[in-house]
């Protein structure tokens, strides 16, 4: 059985998007794992599956590259507020998407029938460790001492729908993420596994990063690791709440806030290219 995809990006945090609101795949899992081989396949950090929504515009069933569900996706749902309003014609300016990690609002900044940014509350930060889950000693994990690969790191852990554990490094990109990035992913203390952000703070309300996205390995962007980290940055008193962050991400910026109930994230969405591929 031929479908049509869609091959879309938010900063280089690409994925491949079916259009489900007639069907579904018998085994979404296997799809993501088979189309995001970029060697024999599409290629992509995972599939999207825009799905009807009982409460929502649409909803939204994301598959990393490894065929794990995960709950939440900054850059895949600004992605498909873009194909909501340019593609299923949904032409609102406010629209609302169903995800695993609750509803989300996303605001659209429209020229001439085109998407051209997408701002989407988040939702609040977490940083009790129950809930996001790490088996951390304390309250909060801002600022804790966890011991990776023989040495001690200062991390701080927040939920934003998904956990992540943030870290402040003098240089992301001295960074030997293919040996840390599993480290920490697969770390005992995170039975959900985690995504990792190596953060360097670049000066007043300024970021640069890089990001291991569990399932997925080393993505060129991430649109929750880039809200963890403002949040990180803020209750590490290193950047100001309700004030814009610019985040340099591998594949683009991103503006987040991070304000006393909630986060909000804005950045581009793209398309790539469009096919048909044998489910």
Not at 87 to 110: A, P
Not at 116 to 135: H, K, N, Q, T, Y
Not at 183 to 208: Q, Y
């Amino acid at each position: 059985m031929n479908k049509k995809f869609y091959k879309m990006h938010g900063i280089g945090n690409d994925y491949i998007y079916f259009d489900c609101f007639d069907w579904f795949p018998s085994d979404p899992a296997a799809v993501a794992r088979k189309l995001s081989d970029r060697h024999f396949s599409v290629g992509g950090d995972g599939v999207v599956y825009i799905c009807p929504s009982d409460g929502a515009d649409a909803k939204m069933r994301m598959f990393n590259a490894d065929g794990s569900e995960g709950k939440m996706c900054g850059n895949a749902i600004r992605c498909i507020g873009k194909f909501l309003y340019e593609v299923k014609g949904i032409r609102k300016d406010v629209l609302t998407v169903e995800t695993l990690s609750g509803v989300k609002t996303l605001v659209l900044t429209v020229r001439e029938g085109s998407v051209l940014s997408v701002r989407v509350d988040m939702g609040a930060a977490e940083f009790r460790p129950a809930l996001i889950p790490a088996d951390l000693a304390g309250e909060r994990a801002v600022d804790v001492p966890l011991e990776v690969g023989g040495k001690t790191y200062r991390v701080t852990c927040v939920s934003m729908g998904n956990p992540h554990c943030v870290v402040f490094v003098p240089d992301p990109y001295a960074v030997d993420l293919g040996v840390l990035g599993p480290l920490f992913e697969h770390h005992p203390r995170f039975p959900a596994r985690i995504n990792t952000e190596f953060v360097r703070v670049d000066g007043r309300n300024e970021l640069t990063m890089r990001v291991w996205e569990r399932g997925s390995g080393e993505t060129w962007a991430c649109g929750t690791g880039a809200c963890a980290s403002a949040a990180a940055a803020v209750e590490n008193g290193l950047c100001g709440r309700d004030e814009d962050i610019l985040l340099h991400l591998r594949g683009g910026d991103l503006t987040v806030r991070v304000t006393k109930d909630t986060v909000f994230m804005t950045g581009p969405a793209a398309f790539a290219f469009t096919g048909e591929a044998d489910i």
